[in-house]
């Protein structure tokens, strides 16, 4: 039997296909736009991911033609908080407010207001955030009612895959918990949010527990994509909890962060823990009857691409000219400079900020500029920054009581030797990775072989497949980050303030 991941991402959309033990026989991405129509909006077109899904299965099949005349599996990862809205008769009323999106600020305190703070932790297991789908539905209901009074079903990205492969409106634990409409501890949909928010509960799709089967694709989806006509498809997970399981993070004490666009932190536990700050996410685990602590740093990739993009045009170049990605000189470049890039801090706000300060009205700065800095520095402020902003949360973790010996690293800055190890030194533990680093695509295929009898349970796939590298330990010097990390936690107190008066100005 093949089994096939395909992962809904925020830049492009990745199918692999694996064999029962895991490994990747061909793989297809197939990217697409980011619509910004408002500073702080994030839109992207579902007909994109449907296209690039389509485009991917056909790639990945004609590598290896045999699969066809073989069973296969489909198993559906993707960018969480995303809303997707349908008319009755399945078709899309307006593009995808997505996970980054920041223009609910007034539908969060409208939010506060009706359910409660407090009351709202303690359903959803999270406060009230602009990232998070309940938010967006209700901006869609204030700003534009006629779309909404057309919307006959709300489906997140990976769902609406769903639906245009097999024709069934359905979701999964993992994902839907970040929606904020659902009672997390009973993994359930929330009729007292429900009712709040004034959300029909027949808009919302069937919920299933990650490993269950959820349809087949049907004649149509056959026709486009070149897969068999009841060919299974699994239930799947958000993109977090699917890496997790690509991972093997799935028993309590161990965690992974990803580095990619964004940063997260994300550990399973066996009960639920909530942190009635808000500084940090609890969801349903994509393991059933687990939870999971998870941090978001918006803009951690991001901030490096941005630095990039902005100011290394000189090592792009000659990255060109030397046909190495341009990451690679800019690491040099950072390596060149000693740990606190010579008095240089950065803070990694440049898409607002969710963990541990969910607040999407803060910015990115650079403190402690001088005519003497030049673009190594910033390149390893920038770098710093992140690993700062990701200790930050690891602290919440281990402040709610959930002991981390060692992370797992991945996601393109994964691969920068320099950045594990700054790390290692600023977590003080361990860190590792993959020896193949297939993410969210391998833990939705993983989550296919248990939906379809090939293990027996999401931790027995995870311990016939996921291999690591040996770790990398903190440095003799870790200690000499912890001045400057005592000084950037300082910042934000500092400058709220100030990013509340500029969103006024």
């Known amino acids: 039997m093949y089994l096939l991941g395909i992962d809904i991402g925020t830049s492009g959309t990745k199918t692999v296909l694996f064999n029962e033990q895991g490994q990747a026989l061909a793989s297809y991405t197939g990217e697409y736009p980011l619509y910004q129509p408002r500073n702080g909006w994030a839109e992207q077109d579902p007909e994109d991911w449907w296209q690039a899904t389509v485009k991917g299965i056909r790639a990945v099949l004609a590598s290896v033609p045999e699969a066809r005349k073989d069973r296969i599996a489909v198993g559906l990862s993707g960018q969480m908080h995303g809303l997707v809205m349908l008319d009755k008769e399945g078709r899309l009323l307006r593009r995808s407010i997505i996970w980054c999106d920041q223009r609910t600020s007034e539908e969060v305190e409208q939010m506060n207001r009706i359910a409660g703070a407090q ?30 009074s057309r919307c006959a079903h709300i489906l997140l990205p990976k769902d609406y895959i769903r639906y245009r492969l097999t024709g069934e409106f359905a979701t999964e634990v993992s994902d839907a918990s970040g929606m904020q409409l659902m009672d997390v501890r009973n993994r359930c949909w929330s009729s007292e ?50 890496a997790a399981i690509g991972t093997g993070i799935v028993r309590q004490g ?30 349903c685990a994509s393991v059933p009857g687990k939870w999971t602590l998870m941090s978001c740093t918006q803009s951690a990739g991001l901030s490096l691409k941005w630095l990039r993009d902005t100011c290394c045009t000189a090592e792009i170049a000659l990255a060109r000219c030397e046909k190495v990605d341009p990451y690679k000189i800019m690491d040099e470049l950072a390596e060149g400079v000693p740990i606190g890039a010579d008095k240089l801090l950065f803070l990694p706000y440049l898409m607002g900020e969710r963990s541990p300060h969910p607040d999407p009205l803060c910015r990115s700065a650079f403190v402690g500029l001088t005519a003497r800095h030049g673009r190594p520095h910033l390149i ?14 690891l602290d919440v973790f281990r402040e709610m009581g959930l002991k981390v010996d060692c992370m797992t690293i991945c996601g393109g800055g994964g691969r920068s030797r320099l950045w594990r190890q700054m790390l290692a030194d600023v977590y003080g533990c361990p860190v590792n990775t993959l020896k193949v680093d297939e993410g969210g695509a391998l833990g939705a295929a993983l989550l296919a072989g248990v939906g379809t009898g090939i293990y027996t349970s999401v931790e027995q796939a995870c311990e016939a497949v996921v291999q690591y590298n040996e770790p990398q330990a903190p440095s003799p010097n870790a200690s000499e980050y912890e001045p400057y990390y005592d000084l950037y936690k300082k910042l934000y107190p500092c ?5 509340d008066q500029l969103a006024e100005i």
């Open 254 to 283: 161990r965690a992974f962060n990803t580095i990619g666009s964004s940063a997260v932190i994300y550990a399973v536990t066996d009960e639920l823990r909530l942190d009635m700050q808000g500084r940090i996410h609890s969801l």
């Open 193 to 242: 949010l429900l009712t709040a928010f004034n959300i029909d509960r027949d808009v919302l799709g069937t919920m299933y527990e990650s490993p269950e089967l959820t349809g087949n694709v049907h004649d149509e989806a056959a026709n486009a994509t070149g897969l068999p006509a009841g060919t299974p498809v699994v239930a799947g997970a958000g993109d977090n909890p699917a």
């Open 380 to 393: 390893r402020a920038v770098m710093e920054g992140v690993a700062y902003s990701q200790r930050e949360c």
């Open 119 to 148: 009351r709202l932790i303690e359903i959803s297991a999270n406060p009230a955030m602009t990232g998070f789908t309940a938010a967006k539905i209700l901006w869609v209901q204030n700003h534009e009612p006629d779309i909404y």
């Open 495 to 499: 400058l709220k303030p100030i990013f």
